[in-house]
């Protein structure tokens, strides 16, 4: 479990090197506000399309390690190579700059939806642990924060130390990445090839138990399909024509059903054909689903909703850096604010996830106490120049994103199939 909590103090920790500093870099670079919202924008369609690509290949072929490291390393190259280098002058060099910025936020943007996803799966959804190890994670962010916050490094004035700062903390990042252990899930591409061997293993083992006469009775061929034998065959010609009509099974080892059966099948509902059960109640990893269906209808609605309110987020993850340096005036010390925010959230953690595991609360209640502290924290940076003020503002984080996220991490964990677990979880991250 120690591993555990490692890798989500360097994963929050590395992540905490660009996140307050992504619209800082851009005006270092000389841009207005408009050209900086245009490179921001495409960095977020990079960030919704790369971690759902990469959440599906999780989810596929279970290489939760290999795909990691090479996000995370794509990440700093492009980051560095976005700080030492200039190419071109006018619209050429803002293309530059734009593709290799969105490169490397897409890229960081993998790491949070793929360390969820592990932990969900690991942990089978129990949230209580679950808050735990994240509250750890968000210790790493607030302390790098507050380390660069009181040393003055990286300055927010270069963006070589802002990349620097970034190499450093990535190696240990990849030191944590290589102490966890395996990843339960082991993918579908691995699953269906072992479910095979493991077929045909026991076919081979029941003919080889059986005698010469009932092995050949028995026989199976290479496509599943049984073979009948000739005893069999004169059986069925010796049985009435109902009961050999009730009895015939097709070339591909499927029962023909009667008129009768087909009957029942025509009185059932559509919607009781088609529609998959999940279990509220009961997280979908022990669930055994007949469907292939991977998500219920509720967490399409859920993601809906929240797009909306991850739009609201991404003015304050994106922009906030800015206002902090350039309307507050708070200089290198802002990075002491962005980590009193995320301290606060520490709480909401541990408190949301024990409380949502006792069924105390639940997913709708805490939405709705995000949302509400949302709404208070953007009036506050509408209306409020003071200091004082914003730092209290910046508390309202434990809800605006602790709560949401057991909320939501919780939700999804009892909502979606286990083996498309990355999936939604990058979705939910984008």
Same mark, same amino acid.
């Given at each position: 479990?120690?591993?555990?909590?490692?890798?989500?103090?360097?994963?929050?920790?590395?992540?905490?090197?660009?996140?307050?500093?992504?619209?800082?870099?851009?005006?270092?670079?000389?841009?207005?506000?408009?050209?900086?919202?245009?490179?921001?924008?495409?960095?977020?369609?990079?960030?919704?399309?790369?971690?759902?690509?990469?959440?599906?290949?999780?989810?596929?072929?279970?290489?939760?390690?290999?795909?990691?490291?090479?996000?995370?390393?794509?990440?700093?190259?492009?980051?560095?190579?976005?700080?030492?280098?200039?190419?071109?002058?006018?619209?050429?060099?803002?293309?530059?700059?734009?593709?290799?910025?969105?490169?490397?936020?897409?890229?960081?943007?993998?790491?949070?939806?793929?360390?969820?996803?592990?932990?969900?799966?690991?942990?089978?959804?129990?949230?209580?642990?679950?808050?735990?190890?994240?509250?750890?994670?968000?210790?790493?962010?607030?302390?790098?924060?507050?380390?660069?916050?009181?040393?003055?490094?990286?300055?927010?004035?270069?963006?070589?130390?802002?990349?620097?700062?970034?190499?450093?903390?990535?190696?240990?990042?990849?030191?944590?990445?290589?102490?966890?252990?395996?990843?339960?899930?082991?993918?579908?591409?691995?699953?269906?090839?072992?479910?095979?061997?493991?077929?045909?293993?026991?076919?081979?083992? #029941? !003919?080889?138990? @059986?005698?010469?006469?009932?092995?050949? /009775? %028995? *026989?199976?061929? $290479?496509?599943?399909? +049984? =073979? &009948?034998?000739?005893?069999?065959?004169? #059986? !069925?010609?010796? @049985?009435?024509?109902?009961?050999?009509? /009730? %009895? *015939?099974?097709? $070339?591909?080892?499927? +029962? =023909? &059903?009667?008129?009768?059966?087909?009957? #029942? !099948?025509?009185? @059932?509902?559509?919607?009781?054909?088609?529609?998959?059960?999940?279990?509220?109640?009961?997280?979908?990893?022990?669930?055994?689903?007949?469907?292939?269906?991977?998500?219920?209808?509720?967490?399409?609605?859920?993601?809906?909703?929240?797009?909306?309110?991850?739009?609201?987020?991404?003015?304050?993850?994106?922009?906030?850096?800015?206002?902090?340096?350039?309307?507050?005036?708070?200089?290198?010390?802002?990075?002491?604010?962005?980590?009193?925010?995320?301290?606060?959230?520490?709480?909401?953690?541990?408190?949301?996830?024990?409380?949502?595991?006792?069924?105390?609360?639940?997913?709708?209640?805490?939405?709705?106490?995000?949302?509400?502290?949302?709404?208070?924290?953007?009036?506050?940076?509408?209306?409020?120049?003071?200091?004082?003020?914003?730092?209290?503002?910046?508390?309202?984080?434990?809800?605006?994103?602790?709560?949401?996220?057991?909320?939501?991490?919780?939700?999804?964990?009892?909502?979606?199939?286990?083996?498309?677990?990355?999936?939604?979880?990058?979705?939910?991250?984008?």
């Amino acid at each position: 479990m120690t591993s555990y909590y490692l890798y989500a103090f360097f994963t929050e920790a590395y992540y905490a090197t660009i996140s307050p500093y992504a619209q800082i870099i851009l005006r270092n670079k000389g841009y207005s506000q408009t050209v900086v919202g245009l490179i921001i924008a495409a960095s977020q369609i990079a960030g919704f399309f790369m971690p759902l690509e990469n959440g599906d290949r999780i989810d596929y072929s279970g290489r939760f390690k290999t795909r990691v490291f090479v996000f995370s390393f794509l990440f700093i190259f492009s980051l560095i190579i976005f700080t030492n280098t200039f190419v071109g002058t006018g619209i050429w060099r803002i293309l530059y700059h734009m593709f290799f910025f969105s490169l490397a936020m897409g890229s960081i943007a993998t790491l949070n939806p793929s360390m969820d996803a592990y932990m969900m799966a690991n942990l089978r959804g129990d949230s209580a642990t679950y808050g735990r190890i994240r509250s750890v994670g968000t210790m790493g962010y607030v302390s790098l924060l507050v380390f660069s916050g009181v040393v003055g490094f990286p300055r927010e004035t270069s963006n070589r130390e802002i990349a620097l700062n970034s190499a450093v903390t990535g190696v240990l990042f990849w030191i944590s990445l290589l102490l966890l252990p395996a990843f339960e899930w082991k993918g579908k591409a691995r699953r269906e090839k072992e479910q095979a061997g493991t077929d045909m293993s026991v076919a081979c083992a #029941e !003919n080889e138990t @059986l005698p010469s006469g009932e092995a050949e /009775a %028995h *026989a199976t061929s $290479a496509y599943g399909t +049984e =073979i &009948s034998s000739s005893e069999d065959e004169t #059986e !069925n010609e010796t @049985l009435p024509s109902g009961e050999a009509e /009730a %009895h *015939a099974t097709s $070339a591909y080892g499927t +029962e =023909i &059903s009667s008129p009768q059966d087909e009957v #029942e !099948n025509e009185a @059932l509902p559509l919607d009781e054909e088609e529609t998959p059960f999940f279990e509220e109640e009961t997280p979908a990893f022990g669930a055994d689903h007949a469907r292939k269906a991977w998500a219920t209808r509720p967490f399409v609605v859920f993601m809906a909703i929240f797009t909306i309110y991850r739009l609201a987020m991404s003015i304050v993850e994106m922009m906030l850096g800015s206002y902090m340096t350039e309307t507050l005036h708070l200089g290198g010390s802002f990075t002491i604010y962005v980590a009193l925010a995320s301290f606060s959230e520490i709480f909401a953690l541990l408190i949301a996830g024990r409380r949502i595991r006792e069924g105390r609360t639940n997913t709708l209640r805490l939405m709705l106490l995000s949302c509400a502290a949302m709404t208070i924290r953007f009036l506050i940076y509408a209306f409020s120049r003071s200091v004082v003020v914003f730092a209290i503002a910046q508390c309202l984080h434990a809800f605006t994103f602790g709560c949401a996220h057991i909320a939501a991490t919780n939700f999804i964990s009892r909502s979606v199939r286990p083996e498309n677990l990355s999936k939604a979880t990058a979705m939910y991250w984008a």
